[in-house]
């Protein structure tokens, strides 16, 4: 890996990963990726979070739906763990607490394949700057 | 289109159960099921509005929401695609109307800037933490600013230590900067050990590079190469990540030789904690650090001037440092113009007890508890009655409703008598006792005491010894004097914050709910009927069908009965578990 | 840096920067009660962890109370030392600290020595409003430490002394809350330490927390089996330090006043420990010229420096922490062992006595050879050589127990002939003494010439280090010397990095020496006290007609009866000994406490 040189270098990198980061998120394309995030927090992680992940990944790749399951920190829900947050290409994020693999897959059937929203979302309170 | 219905307890307590039903009934009737999708979602955090409903995609936010006002909804809005101006958010102040949610003042209320990027980062990839302008804080300063320059951004941002103290970062970083010596250390508090605290574990989890990025900024400040960070071992996942976090950073030159080009050295290494509370105070964890026994030593010399290895050292803790990338590339006016006059910025709590959105939030400094508690965590469990609000975790004291409306920030919760501490926050209801809560805390303090002193090594465990005694109903008003003159003196005397706050829980409680005490003392009663040697379960006569499902389960076998007669509990051998009282169908046991 | 001006109960004074309000307040005659402080100002030995609390102040503008021993004066600072805040706190924390001390005051061995017992009569304590659980651990009873830690008040004096002062690093504190003790490592036993006995953790306890093995009643036993001859021997430092048990001034002399004393208690001989020292020059002053002309002739497998090996404290040290240099220091025994491996042979002979019939006490300033007498090597079929060895303080309550007005006594003689000495074995109770004495000795032999001035002023002093170097005759004697454990590390740490250029150094366990030890009359805190005992000891020395060990005509005598000559096969059989490897201790074992609770 190479090194990052100066604060330009830096600079050049930020918008390149900015630009990788945008074009999966704001992709024209209807065949885009999906962005699946998991909430991968030692609260996460507690109630259940990696056989969500797991489930998400090996299900997605199985019924061929073009995604990208990453995991994140803690979204600060840490009632309704374990938490993922559901972005599809152009749409606003949505985010569903208590998920386990059944409502996973409900989530993949559902929302993923189909645009329809399922019970168990949780709207985002917070603001980041 | 979708409707979203809030199925949050605060919201369903206002019938938003029926709501759903008849949404959907109408949906129905319509024949829009094709089109429309009523769901129910967790709480929208403004139950104070309740029942909300939220129509997708055009954000429409309706407020206090009937059951009856279902009809109307699905032909305006669903089917002629007109909103219900009747239902929407009346804006308190200037009185207009909003209909889209995210135009609305309540979504302000929180604002996250340390943990901006949990939840929205890969934290184990560190191109998602620099396309979120990571390391761009640090360019700026290693390649255009002095030392001196940079502290006073610190210094003009006005950011206060976050772990419980509140000492104003800068002027902390200065200070260190102004001290002769040929070594410095930065070092990073990630003690966190207040009960019911994660804010810190969160951050190293979800962003452990903006830590290290406002480390490498604070080395450059103070003229250290040097940073620590002290986290106990039982954080393993946020060790994991931080570990990647640091060998990423090294591997692009963020960390080591000649970072961008500067010719500004800075290496981190990691320091284990066993999990000692009291090592969360800077000069028990550098007493720790060191290998030795983490006991807090006499301030004068402060650690800036004789710190780690007897050098110049300067600790602040993760979340304080989390919010320092933002300050260099927003700008010291833009941070010092969130929150209070004295507190700038935000706090991060952890909202924690009867209420029901647990988790973490982050509010800007002014925010009051009464919007914290009721609108972001969703109001009490169970539609209960608030009682107290704990914050600062063992070192605060309990706050009551009279303080619901007061804005927090460092300052105002030390006037209420409580502190900020780390930014735990405990919700109590009408069952909990407040002797036991004191007790509680004092049960931890006693256990995390490091014994050095005498005022808390034994005072605090007299003190619990006291509360135990009036839980037990048989404390005595001399007792409270004792009490009194006990968390005085354990104030006035301890060598460290530690035992300087650790009779905050009991002397607030007894300020606040002195009837409470009473009732333990005269009446030998437990009002809110948690305390077990004060409580009785009975028969209720009248009302005992003979089922036996109360003597079924009961573990001690202390329920006598025929099958069709009424039950006795024998109260010698009752343990007071309540498996009786659970298993009752006809309102037969009481509970005095 | 200008005078801070401070006022303090109202009256103003001015002090340097730095000092303290406890420094300050003391030079106004205040007196503010402490308990965990201690200053040994001359052996600058500073304890201030500011634990204890009791000497808090109130400080004009300060949120909390001070504490005084820790808090350094400001310009303008106003001090009250006993407003009713003050008072009030210092009478709360000392009443907490009591609810968990046990009230066994009537039967305990530190009553009317104990800090907490006169702290508690000066603040007028007479209820404890707070009682609750008391804290209990195990006792310890090691061979020469009595560690009841139910009587720790956590002062920390004695980690002090072990970690920072002797480094030898078995006690701290361990647990936390309520149960925090001072402790060996995993509550070990002192036993399964790298304990040295030194004892200075017992000499700076301000209570019965840490105490030494108490042998009197063997001790009268043994008097009063009319089978045992019971012999005894009083160390060099017992004689200056004795009397202050009875009164007496710090640095009074009570040689004559102890004999008398020892035969009131009916001891069979009463000997000393001092002729037993002259005995340990001749070896060691022989050992030391003959590894010293080896080495200047050439042997490269004879080591130096040698190092004086009449201190047990320093043994065991040496035998845990450098066990690569066991073949450094001298191979001679201790005085008090040789002296017993004397008296049961050539003494026994004397008066035809079976060694099983004889019952050899010895009067020690330490704690530590209360273990030495154990060591399995001085004894010969189970039989040791010394059989009790009991302290100053143990011998004072002997005293007083047989009824003897010890200050009405008057001065007796020792008997022979293992009473007789010269000035150089006196000299061994202090620092730098015994490598003086062994100075006046080698010098002597060494050069074949009289030596003129006895007094070796360049030897004597209270710096933890000392360095001397010695004209014999042309040849340049290089002489080190130690005392603290913590120093002899810093000269064996150069000897073993071969950086040490010294020929000899003298090494003893103790601050200040054997007149520090761990078994004298308490010092608490105050080490002007030992500065008198050290000037009793040189005027003793100056007192004597005989300076110099081999002229004690009883020593020459046993040489020629008995012994042979210095380091002949009977003096290498009966008066050297050999070190074993102890190295550092780990015990794995499981916990003892959960084993019990099981």
């Known amino acids: 890996m190479k090194k990052v040189k100066s604060l330009a270098d830096l600079k050049k990198m930020k918008e390149q990963f900015q630009s990788n980061i945008n074009l999966r998120e704001k992709s024209e394309h209807p065949e885009g990726l999906v962005q699946v995030k998991v909430a991968m927090a030692t609260c996460g992680i507690a109630s259940g979070a990696k056989d969500v992940m797991d489930f998400m990944i090996t299900n997605l790749e199985k019924r061929n739906i073009d995604a990208i399951v990453t995991q994140t920190g803690c979204m600060g829900y840490c009632y309704a763990e374990p938490t993922i947050e559901i972005r599809l290409p152009g749409q606003d994020p949505v985010v569903y607490g208590y998920v386990d693999v059944k409502k996973a897959d409900e989530i993949i059937e559902k929302h993923i394949r189909q645009g329809e929203l399922v019970d168990g979302i949780i709207p985002i309170n917070y603001e980041t700057i | ?592 | ?598």
Not at chain 2, 131 to 145: E, R
Not at chain 3, 45 to 71: D, F, M, Q, W, Y
């Open chain 3, 1 to 598: 840096m200008g005078k801070l001006k401070v006022k303090i109960d109202n009256k103003l004074i001015e002090v340097e920067q730095g000092t303290t309000i406890l420094e300050a307040a003391k030079k106004l005659s205040v007196e503010i009660p402490t308990l965990c402080y201690m200053n040994l100002g001359d052996m600058n030995i500073e304890h201030k962890p500011g634990g204890c609390r009791i000497c808090v102040v109130e400080v004009e503008g300060r949120r909390n109370l001070a504490p005084s021993c820790a808090t350094d004066c400001h310009d303008g600072m106003e001090v009250k030392t006993h407003s009713i805040r003050v008072l009030n706190a210092r009478r709360t924390v000392l009443e907490l600290m009591l609810s968990d001390h046990p009230f066994d005051c009537l039967i305990c061995a530190k009553s009317g020595n104990c800090d907490l017992q006169s702290t508690a009569i000066k603040l007028g304590i007479r209820e404890i409003q707070y009682q609750g659980e008391k804290s209990t651990y195990k006792p310890d009873l090691s061979p020469a430490i009595l560690r009841d830690m139910d009587k720790c008040i956590m002062c920390r004096r004695c980690e002090k002394m072990c970690n920072e002062v002797q480094t030898v690093g078995v006690l701290s504190g361990i647990y936390r809350g309520f149960e925090a003790v001072v402790a060996p490592a995993f509550e070990r036993d002192l036993d399964h330490s790298e304990c040295t006995y030194c004892g200075q953790c017992v000499a700076v306890c301000p209570t019965a927390a840490l105490t030494e093995v108490d042998h009197t009643n063997q001790v009268l036993r043994a008097l009063a089996d009319p089978s045992k001859t019971v012999v005894v021997q009083t160390a060099p430092a017992v004689r200056a330090a004795l009397g202050e048990e009875f009164g007496m001034e710090p640095g009074t002399l009570v040689t004559g006043k102890m004999v008398a004393a020892l035969r009131q208690l009916e001891f069979d001989y009463v000997f000393d420990t001092d002729f037993a020292a002259d005995l340990t020059i001749m070896e060691e002053g022989a050992e030391i010229l003959g590894r010293l002309n080896r080495h200047l002739s050439g042997d490269k497998s004879v080591k130096l420096p040698i190092l004086t090996s009449c201190c047990p404290g320093w043994v065991s040290f040496f035998e845990h922490h450098f066990t690569d240099l066991l073949d450094v220091p001298s191979t001679a025994r201790s005085p008090q062992q040789m002296f017993g491996a004397i008296a049961k042979t050539y003494f026994a002979d004397k008066i035809q006595k079976n060694r099983k019939d004889i019952v050899v006490v010895s009067i020690m300033p330490c704690v530590a050879k209360k273990y030495e007498c154990t060591r399995e090597e001085f004894s010969v079929d189970g039989n040791p050589d010394v059989d009790f060895s009991i302290s100053t303080r143990e011998l004072a309550n002997l005293i007083k127990r047989a009824n003897i007005d010890f200050n009405k006594l008057p001065d007796e003689e020792f008997d022979a002939p293992m009473g007789e000495s010269t000035g150089a074995g006196v000299i061994f109770g202090t620092t730098g003494g015994v490598i003086e004495a062994a100075t006046r000795s080698a010098y002597e032999m060494h050069t074949g010439k009289t030596l003129e001035k006895v007094d070796f002023d360049q030897l004597r002093g209270w710096e933890g280090i000392r360095q001397a170097t010695v004209d014999f005759d042309g040849f340049q004697l290089k002489i080190g010397i130690a005392h603290g454990l913590g120093n002899a590390r810093k000269l064996l740490d150069d000897v073993r990095s071969g950086k040490s250029e010294f020929h000899a150094i003298e090494i003893m366990a103790c601050p200040g020496g054997c007149i520090g030890g761990g078994g004298q009359p308490l010092h608490h805190g105050n080490s002007a006290i030992l500065k008198a005992r050290q000037k009793a000891i040189y005027r003793e020395d100056a007192n004597k007609p005989l300076r110099k060990s081999h002229e004690n005509p009883s020593i020459i005598k046993l040489y020629e009866e008995f012994l042979g000559k210095p380091l002949g096969e009977k003096a290498h059989k009966l008066l050297h000994t050999k070190y074993f490897r102890r190295g550092n201790i780990i015990c794995i074992e499981p916990d003892v406490r959960e084993a019990e609770s099981i």
């Open chain 2, 1 to 592: 289109m979708h409707i979203l219905v809030c199925g949050g307890t605060g919201c369903h307590a206002s019938s938003s159960n029926l709501l759903l039903e008849n949404l959907k009934e109408q949906v129905d009737e319509n024949e829009l099921s094709g089109e429309v999708q009523v769901i129910a979602t967790g709480c929208f955090g403004f139950c104070e509005k309740g029942p909300i409903v939220k129509m997708v995609p055009d954000n429409t936010f309706y407020t206090q929401v009937k059951p009856a006002d279902a009809t109307e909804i699905i032909q305006e809005h669903a089917i002629k695609g007109r909103q219900v101006t009747r239902l929407l958010y009346k804006d308190p102040v200037n009185k207009e109307t909003i209909s889209d949610s995210r135009k609305m003042g309540f979504y302000k209320k929180q604002i996250r800037i340390a943990l901006r990027n949990c939840g929205l980062i890969n934290p184990e990839n560190i191109d998602e933490y620099i396309a979120a302008d990571g390391y761009i804080a640090l360019g700026t300063v290693l390649s255009g600013m002095t030392a001196e320059q940079a502290t006073k951004v610190m210094i003009d941002s006005g950011l206060r230590g976050r772990g419980g103290g509140g000492f104003p970062t800068g002027i902390k970083w200065d200070i260190a900067r102004k001290v002769e010596a040929d070594q410095k250390y930065v070092v990073c508090n990630a003690d966190e050990g207040d009960p019911g605290a994660f804010m810190d574990r969160s951050i190293l989890e979800g962003d452990p590079h903006s830590v290290i990025e406002a480390m490498i900024i604070n080395g450059y400040c103070i003229g250290a190469d040097h940073g620590l960070v002290y986290i106990r071992a039982e954080y393993p996942l946020a060790i994991e990540r931080l570990k990647i976090a640091l060998n990423q950073a090294r591997e692009y030159g963020l960390l080591g030789k000649d970072i961008l080009g500067s010719g500004f050295n800075f290496e981190i290494e990691i320091r284990y904690g066993a999990g000692a509370f009291v090592c969360g105070e800077e000069t028990a964890l550098i007493h720790s650090m060191e290998g030795h026994r983490g006991e807090p030593t006499f301030k004068p010399p402060f650690p800036a001037q004789s710190g780690y290895l007897g050098k110049p050292t300067n600790v602040n803790n993760v979340e304080t440092f989390a919010n320092i990338p933002v300050i260099f590339n927003k700008g010291a006016e833009w941070f010092a113009s969130i929150g209070t006059e004295k507190s700038k910025g935000t706090k991060v709590f952890a909202l924690a007890g009867k209420i029901n959105n647990v988790g973490l939030i982050e509010v800007p400094m002014g925010t009051t508890l009464r919007e914290v508690i009721f609108e972001i965590g969703g109001g009490i469990k169970d539609g209960k009655k608030f009682k107290a609000v704990q914050t600062g975790g063992p070192s605060g004291g309990c706050l009551t409703e009279k303080h619901l409306d007061t804005p927090i920030d460092f300052d105002n919760l030390l006037a209420s008598g409580s502190m900020m501490g780390s930014g735990g926050m405990i919700v109590m209801d009408e069952d909990d006792c407040m002797v036991s809560v004191a007790r509680f805390y004092l049960d931890f303090t006693v256990e995390e005491s490091c014994g050095k002193c005498t005022p808390c090594r034994v005072g605090n465990k007299r003190l619990y010894e006291i509360l135990d005694t009036i839980s037990k109903g048989k404390g005595t008003h001399k007792d409270l004097d004792k009490l009194r003159n006990l968390g005085d003196v354990i104030k006035d005397t301890s060598l460290c914050g530690l035992g300087q706050t650790s009779p905050n829980p009991v002397l607030s409680t007894m300020d606040n709910f002195w009837d409470e005490y009473i009732a333990h003392i005269e009446d030998h009663r437990c009002p809110a009927g948690q305390c077990k040697e004060l409580i009785h379960y009975t028969v209720v006569e009248e009302n005992c069908v003979g089922c036996t499902a109360c003597a079924r389960n009961c573990p001690v076998n202390c329920i006598a009965g025929e099958r069709k007669e009424i039950h006795f509990i024998d109260q010698s051998i009752c343990i007071k578990c309540g498996a009786c009282l659970e298993k009752c169908k006809f309102n037969a046991i009481s509970v005095s």
